[in-house]
């Protein structure tokens, strides 16, 4: 290419470049003994015997009698240089050219890109999580307009079920007023007025009950022995009338306990039989309805056996729902009965089954563990309870530590507490605890970041997050980084224990 | 020149915090301000090791999502890898993954460790834990941030243990 430029045209352009590259050469012997220096120094703003230091450390490793071209190296005082290694015999020169303007040009251009780039993935991410909110506020939508459709025809239900039973307490007081001394007359009157008000109590006890669910008050049941044949007459007084008037048998037989006596709350117990009762006088199309009441080693068995129409399979899991309405088995009701059962006796550690072959009858049967002879108010389900184990417990507060400590003792855990996240990642994975019980937000390396470490580090245990506040966005940010399940302060006794024995595995 | 010294090069895609994490191991500091890396920076320092102590000379290469040639003629004579992802940019990890794979072209099976940054920003991960429990099976994984120091010393130190004496 030179050859082929007339002489003087190439010694001009030489000088040219040769003035604008500005170079400095540093001559190195063998061991990177600096031998000389020539060029211009102020361009990379070095004197030689600095920038032969910087170049030895630069040259660490690599072979020095290989052609090399290096651009761009940033130099100490923030300089930058292209650096050319020119080997020769024993000798290498190493060329530093200065690359100010060329980063002048080069950088804004990156950093532009870069930028852009970075904020254009900042976007998508915002975006994605627009899109995820704004489902699950449509799906919260969705869900208060159910509710406020339940309500309204939960509404709608009760004024006909106040108004019947109601109307005919009137009717019958004017036969009373009007039968004066007759006795059958009396007789047919207050029976009637019996049935009537004892559908109202069911109905205000039923509503009572779902007010108190629904406003998310605990439940603590009052435990105390319970006097099965005063449950046994209860039934007997409440529905012989009603039961004879619709032309129906109804048996009740309590059976003699064996073993202790069985404890539970009488009045939710007693809210059980009637709604299990009531259930099948007004549903069942029966003939007969069974009700034992029994006992065995302290624990309770109820069973309200029908010979009616019976219950369709599909219908026999939601039948137990709220606002199920008798999941197609007769006359609409509050839709409340049944489940106010089932949600009685799992607060008290048991549960409510239905077993029916359509056509042949049901029987709706409920059972209550034994429970410990000096019950507490059993905040946490017995039958959940116990379940052992070690547990890792880190809070960086020491009063909601104690209280998460206590909690997790009562679930029958052994527990080693700590207050910060190094020191339970460090615990968790030295000692694998069946559970770790970690405060999301705590000063230094957060709860999450803990709980990432432990699972980036193959911790198999149970991971509970314990979050400051509620929301979708803290919750999700815990499930991400790798918690099972997230409790929010302030802790509900019973929504922890759910978390820690048996909350729903969300981790991906 | 010290015979312990080793060249140490961080590779990554841009924007995951190499810079940031040299100036939290060199100089124990931290600029919240991006500015992108043109070229190559090397800085050093010693770190002590079971073996004594070893000189790091670590080369902080531009940010690439691939090694080009200019990155090949970087990383010559590196004796390890630091290789750099982005916890809260999921494509970054698989960046780092390639680079080294790249990098084994020039350099043979040189020892690396896999440096997950911004674990201050956790709530904002893409990177799975399941994810990175799977490559600690092959690879030193170490989550960081250069904004806290957490982790960086001790990546750093794994990987200065873990070079030829």
Known sequence: MSAALPPLVYAYLRDVLFQAASP?????????????????????????????????????????????????????????????????????????????????????????????????????????RLKQARAELESQRQVLVETNTLKDALIATLSHEFRSPLTAVFGYVRLLESAGEQAQGRQLALRAIRRAATHLLALSDNLLEWARDAAGADAVADYAPLDLNRLGADVRELFTGSAADSGIVLDVAVEKPSGEAPLGDTLWVRQILINLVGNALRHAAASRIMVRIGADGGKLHLAVTDDGKGVALDAQERIFDEFNNGAGRGPRGTGLGLAIVRRLARQMGGDALVEST????????????????????????????????????????????????????????????????????????????????????????????????????????????????????????????????????PVDSIAFADAVLAGASSRT | MSEIARKVCLLGDFGVGKTSLVARFVRNTFSDKYLTTVGVKVDSREVATAAGARKLVVWDIAGKSALDSVSQSYIRGASGLILVADGTREPTLRAALYLQMQARTTLGD????????????????????????????????????ARSGDGVEKAFAALAGDLPA
């Not at chain 1, 200065?98 to 870069?114: C, F, G, I, M, Y």
């Open chain 1, 24 to 128: 400095l050469v540093l001559t190195f012997g063998p061991d990177f003994v600096l031998l000389g220096a020539a060029g211009d120094a102020t361009r990379v703003a070095l004197e030689p015997a600095a920038a032969a230091q910087a170049l030895r450390t630069l040259f660490v490793g690599m072979d020095v009698a290989e052609p090399t071209v290096l651009p761009f190296v940033e130099l100490p005082g923030a300089r930058h240089a292209h650096v050319h290694l020119v080997p020769d015999g024993a000798m290498f020169h190493l060329v530093l050219l200065d690359a100010s303007e060329d980063l002048a040009r080069l950088r804004p251009t990156q950093q532009r890109a870069h930028d852009a780039e970075i904020l254009g993935h900042e976007k998508s991410r915002a975006l994605r």
């Open chain 1, 358 to 489: 359509p056509g042949h009858g049901a029987c709706f049967s409920v059972s209550l563990p034994a429970l410990p002879a000096a019950p507490s108010t059993a905040v946490v389900p017995a039958a959940r309870a116990l379940r052992g184990g070690r547990a890792l417990l880190a809070d960086d507060d020491p009063a909601q530590r104690e209280l998460l400590r206590m909690l997790l003792q009562d679930l029958g855990y052994a527990v080693y507490a700590v207050g910060n996240a190094n020191d339970a990642v460090a615990y968790a994975l030295a000692h694998a605890p069946d559970l770790a019980v970690i405060d999301a937000r705590m000063p230094g390396l957060s709860g999450n970041t803990a709980a990432f470490r432990l699972r980036s580090q193959g911790f198999q245990g149970r991971v509970v997050a314990v979050a400051a506040q509620p929301g979708a966005a803290a919750r999700d940010a815990a499930l991400a980084a790798g918690a099972d399940a997230v409790c929010t302060r």
């Open chain 2, 110 to 145: 040189v020892p690396a460790v896999l440096l997950v940054n911004k674990l201050d920003r956790i709530d904002e991960w893409e990177i799975k834990p399941a994810t990175l429990a799977e490559l600690r099976k092959t690879l030193p994984v170490y989550e960081t941030s």
